[in-house]
């Protein structure tokens, strides 16, 4: 007979067998800062290295403390953490705002507090795992519709039965095509079926809106989108997440989100760096405008290369090489030349649609975009004709 833990070795080793058999084998590498040029991080504003973020953080740990000592319902909420959460909710045009610690946790925690296996989700086919977790965790099936296919959502929905309650759900821009979601269009389908409507925009809020207030932001209100979740460790240089929407659906999350009430509250340091980091976004809009330009430069340049870059109006930039060995190729040779990109394969994108995942920054210069388009232009030239 098999002892417990063998089976257990054996099964963990062939899980990692197959996974290195089939070129999928993910490795940690530390990363010095300045030791190479970041085109791989979510810094889309380049705040998470601004000393006015690190001063902030460090004056709130010495009032508050490094770590909050408990969950927001026992003796962890301070006055940080609600001055943040009042910010938030203005930023966005919602009356009330939720801290949560990580975006994940924020997903998992909403869906989970909404749904069961009664409800009905109807969720983007290139949704954020964390989004079709947080379903599963709740044991509600989510029904996927085509990506940005509102036509096929239309034919999902018109198959509910009208009496459930029914819940749709999107990124607001996906994290790996940079492509930003129809969100007038889904609050119109979803309001005509009455169904609620959920939008993640993780990557548009700093980025995104007049204020960069995202791709919801204030542009659509609580009627049209009742719940809207944004992150705080992307453009705004920081760390954790919060939901924002009515008075009612935040009691509610704060009554029944598990990983939220069950989660030590955030460090205060870090919900002091994002006051400072709000304060910059509303103060330096210029930092927005370069990082259009460096989408646009990057965008047209790549298109005189001719290199197989994906539609995206934002930051992310995806190179879809289609074959994993070779996007590790390009991945290790812009790494020898200082240039970090993120190397996406599957089952994080799907088969054959393997690529670069190159994000650009304000933080970046007309130098260091030269530097990247000429390695790309080299790997290009290299490349054997069709």
């Not at 001063?55 to 609600?82: I, M, P």
């Not at 938030?88 to 909403?110: D, H, K, Q």
């Not at 795992?129 to 099936?141: I, K, Q, V, Y």
């Not at 980025?207 to 204030?218: E, F, I, K, M, S």
């Amino acid at each position: 007979m098999v002892s417990p833990q063998a089976s257990w070795s054996a099964r963990l080793a062939a899980r990692a067998a197959d996974r290195h058999a089939r070129g999928l084998w993910r490795e940690r590498r530390c990363h010095a800062p300045g030791a190479t040029l970041d085109f791989a991080g979510n810094d889309y504003l380049g705040l998470a290295r601004d000393p006015r973020l690190a001063e902030a953080q460090a004056a709130g740990a010495q009032r508050y403390g490094a770590g909050a000592g408990a969950s927001h319902l026992v003796s962890g909420h301070l006055a940080v953490h609600e001055a943040l959460e009042a910010r938030l909710a203005e930023l966005v045009g919602r009356p009330r705002a939720l801290l949560f610690s990580t975006g994940y946790m924020a997903n998992l925690g909403t869906l989970q507090a909404l749904c069961d296996g009664h409800t009905e989700v109807f969720q983007d086919r290139l949704n954020h795992a964390s989004l079709l977790d947080g379903a599963a965790l709740a044991g509600a099936r989510s029904r996927r519709f085509h990506h940005g296919d509102r036509r096929d959502l239309e034919r999902l929905l018109g198959r509910a039965p009208a009496d459930a309650l029914k819940l749709v759900v999107s990124d607001g821009v996906f994290s790996m095509d940079g492509d930003v979601a129809d969100v007038a269009g889904l609050a119109e389908s979803s309001a005509r079926h009455g169904a609620w409507l959920m939008i993640d925009d993780a990557h548009g809020l700093g980025v995104l809106g007049d204020h960069g207030d995202g791709c919801v932001g204030r542009a659509q209100g609580v009627a049209a989108v009742p719940i809207l979740v944004g992150t705080l460790g992307k453009a705004l240089g920081t760390g954790g997440a919060f939901v924002a929407g009515s008075p009612a659906l935040i009691e509610h999350l704060i009554q029944f989100a598990r990983p939220y009430v069950y989660t030590t509250a955030q460090p205060p340091g870090v919900a002091a760096a994002t006051l400072a980091a709000l304060d910059i976004l509303a103060a330096e809009p210029e930092r927005r405008a370069r990082l259009n330009a460096h989408v646009a430069r990057f965008r047209a340049e790549a298109a005189r290369l001719d290199l197989p870059l994906a539609p995206s109006p934002t930051p992310i930039q995806p190179l879809v090489l289609g074959d994993s060995e070779r996007v590790m190729r390009w991945a290790t040779r812009l790494r020898e030349a200082g240039l970090l990109v993120g190397a996406i394969r599957e089952p994080t994108v799907p088969r054959g649609q393997a690529r670069l995942r190159i994000t650009l920054s304000a933080a970046h210069s007309e130098r260091d975009l030269e530097r990247l388009l000429e390695a790309l232009a080299q790997l290009q030239g290299e490349e054997p004709s069709p």
